[in-house]
């Protein structure tokens, strides 16, 4: 298999691989946990006939994202409890805010660290009493520390001594050398409060926050899994003020790309598609799509063949086209002065390092 398709297709038509022989079987698995989604396949599959091997790996990937789901609601419970003296809510963000919020976006999903978004006049008082509660800081450099603290949308990265658990402390949702400025406050006042004393962002911004996250900030790594995301939350979450709220973020574009290639590659969802009276109109010659200024932007089909640069076995492929969205990544991320500066601290102190 020249790319990642198989898993699309198994993904978007579980019932499809059921015609898979056993080599099959074992390639889409090899390719579901390179891409950090064996526990969506395992989910998505269940009840397709496989062999046995393949049922047995399936329900490990399973029981892993499981173990993940309340490993990830625990530490946000931990969070909350050593946010709780400063009387902030605990915004959830990405994996842990799905399985929180109990949306489809979280069944099976692999979950790594714990993202959460607080105000940022409030940032050093979240810093602190989490320093008290037993995090420790994960990057000792003091440059790197310096370039957190003044360009980046999060804390330095920290961990828990006794958990071995990270935390991403946000007060943004992009770098604030980025050239787009999402309203973080507006996500924060319209954060939806659960049962248990944490949020959620509201659908609409779940779905700004992740497109940002994929389209506007990264080099797609990890990307099916994030458009998967996407997919869910479009099917699930999204309202007809989406595209208004998209343009409020500056993520209209992003939004728009994101809608556009979850349908094209996993299926089509039409919530997104009533909109506003002036999405309509700008969409009145192509029925159902949501506005897209391509202005300045890679056509779809690179992004689609970055997405699925993978071969059968889940190794990584076409190596230009990973560079190019790596360099487009820093490019979006900074001025290219600024850019140029940190490319040669970062190089010559890895240089002193290896020297």
């Not at 957190?148 to 999060?154: D, F, G, L, S």
């Amino acid at each position: 298999m020249r790319d990642a398709i198989s898993l699309v297709h198994a993904l978007r038509d579980p019932a499809s691989s059921a015609t898979l022989d056993g080599a099959g079987w074992t390639q889409l698995i090899a390719s579901a946990r390179a891409e950090q989604l064996a526990g969506t396949l395992a989910d998505r599959v269940r009840g397709v006939v496989k062999p046995r091997h393949a049922d047995h790996l399936l329900d490990a990937a399973y029981a892993s994202a499981e173990q993940g789901r309340v490993q990830a609601l625990w530490e946000a419970e931990m969070a909350r409890r050593a946010l709780a003296p400063l009387g902030l809510p605990v915004v959830l963000l990405k994996g842990t805010a799905y399985v929180a919020a109990g949306l489809a976006a979280g069944r099976g999903r692999s979950i790594g660290d714990l993202d959460i978004l607080v105000p940022r006049d409030r940032i050093d008082e979240v810093e602190r009493a989490l320093l008290a509660a037993g995090w420790e800081w994960v990057k000792p450099d003091p440059y790197d520390d310096a370039y957190y603290r003044q360009w980046m949308h999060e804390l330095p990265p920290l961990i828990h001594r006794e958990r071995d658990r990270m935390i991403d402390v946000h007060h943004t949702v992009l770098p604030l050398t980025a050239r787009i400025t999402p309203d973080a406050g507006a996500m924060l006042s319209d954060a939806v409060g659960l049962r248990d004393g944490l949020a959620v962002l509201s659908g609409d911004d779940m779905i700004c926050h992740s497109a940002a996250h994929l389209f506007a900030d990264g080099d797609l790594a990890g990307g099916l899994r994030n458009l998967w995301d996407l997919h869910c939350l479009f099917a699930e979450v999204a309202t007809p003020a989406l595209w208004e709220r998209a343009r409020m973020h500056g993520l209209e574009v992003a939004v728009a790309r994101a809608w556009r290639l979850a349908g094209a590659l996993y299926a089509p969802t039409r919530a997104p598609a009533q909109a506003g009276a002036q999405s309509r109109r700008r969409t009145a010659r192509n029925p159902g799509l949501p506005p897209a200024r391509e202005h300045g932007h890679m056509p779809d089909r690179l992004y689609r063949r970055r997405l699925l640069a993978r071969d059968g076995w889940g190794r990584a492929t076409r190596p230009v086209t990973r560079f190019a969205f790596f360099v487009r990544s820093h490019w979006l991320r900074m001025p290219p002065a600024m850019l140029a500066r940190h490319l040669f601290t970062k190089w010559r102190k890895g240089h002193r390092a290896s020297g």
